[in-house]
T-cell receptor, first 112, second 110 residues
Framework: QKEVEQNSGPLSVPEGAIASLNCTYS??????FFWYRQYSGKSPELIMF??SNGDKEDGRFTAQLNKASQYVSLLIRDSQPSDSATYLC????????????WGLGTSLGVNP | DGGITQSPKYLFRKEGQNVTLSCEQN?????MYWYRQDPGQGLRLIYY???????QKGDIAEGYSVSREKKESFPLTVTSAQKNPTAFYLC?????????FGQGTRLTVV
């Protein structure tokens, strides 16, 4: 059973701090990695994707991928109260399998 | 504007009724998915389709049915065989790697 694991949280950080969210996956052949943000009662929104080892930065967000250790992380710099949400990690395997494997999500609260 | 439209936003079903949730996309995406999300839970895959006139069962297909007669449309029917249908239903589509979601349908059994 291919799995994606995340700490459920809640993770609480003060406004302006760096929030660090982690995700591990079991399928060593995984090729594509995604972070989605989901506000309460709303649908998930894609905020970052990464396909190669290393860091990828987009504004206040940085995704980090380490395929050897099978983890992917999301850093949120200068955290804002509006970042308070659940963050879902999703992983896609190799080949023609178009299914995404989802983690259960990490709840993040940013305190003013 | 391109996007994925789910309707209705809220749906109430009586015991023993079948209901159909609509999902339409104008993104020209080949693959479409239906997920169920329960409170505090992750996304569970119900059905997915990679091409018109073809679809596959996901992890929790029992009590659900789908069709894919057009590229743009992937409706989900929740049948009376689904014993606990109250949940948040999400439709998604993908062309290459990234998936995008509709706004969801919240189904409640009354």
């Amino acid at each position: 059973q291919k799995e994606v694991e995340q700490n459920s949280g809640p993770l609480s950080v003060p406004e302006g701090a760096i929030a660090s969210l982690n995700c591990t996956y079991s399928d060593r052949g995984s090729q594509s990695f995604f972070w989605y943000r989901q506000y309460s009662g709303k649908s998930p929104e894609l905020i970052m994707f990464i396909y190669s080892n290393g860091d990828k930065e987009d504004g206040r967000f940085t995704a980090q991928l380490n395929k050897a250790s099978q983890y992917v992380s999301l850093l949120i710099r200068d955290s804002q109260p509006s970042d308070s949400a659940t963050y879902l990690c999703a992983v896609n395997g190799a080949g023609n399998n178009r299914k995404l494997i989802w983690g259960l999500g990490t709840s993040l609260g940013v305190n003013p | 504007d391109g996007g994925i439209t789910q309707s209705p936003k809220y749906l109430f079903r009586k015991e023993g009724q079948n209901v159909t949730l609509s999902c339409e996309q104008n993104l020209n995406h080949d693959a479409m998915y239906w997920y169920r999300q329960d409170p505090g839970q992750g996304l569970r895959l119900i059905y997915y389709s990679q091409i018109v006139n073809d679809f596959q069962k996901g992890d929790i297909a029992e009590g659900y049915s789908v069709s894919r007669e057009k590229k743009e449309s992937f409706p989900l029917t929740v049948t009376s065989a689904q014993k606990n249908p109250t949940a948040f239903y999400l439709c998604a589509s993908r062309k290459d790697r990234e998936a995008f979601f509709g706004q969801g349908t919240r189904l409640t059994v009354v």
